[in-house]
């Protein structure tokens, strides 16, 4: 039965033209995008509570070194 279902899944899987294909590439790449933005955003977040708690300012020597 597990065999006949899968048979059947795999007639009903869609298939992509080229413009599909395109389309799915260019979503792959804005999610990848985007989850590279939000951790640069929280390693940024994260940067700045440490230098909060050192007592460190951005535009210090210190800081800078």
């Known amino acids: 039965m ?3 279902l899968q048979a ?3 007639k009903k899987e869609l298939r992509l ?3 599909d ?3 799915v ?3 792959r790449r804005d999610l990848a995008d985007g989850y590279d933005e939000e951790l640069e955003l929280e390693l940024e977040d994260r940067n700045l ?3 909060a708690e050192s ?3 951005a535009e ?3 800081y800078r070194d």
């Open 49 to 51: 509570d440490a230098m």
């Open 21 to 23: 294909e395109d389309l």
């Open 60 to 62: 210090s020597q210190e």
């Open 8 to 10: 059947d899944a795999k």
């Open 2 to 4: 597990h065999r006949l």
């Open 55 to 57: 007592g460190l300012e």
């Open 17 to 19: 033209n080229s413009n």
């Open 25 to 27: 590439r260019r979503i």
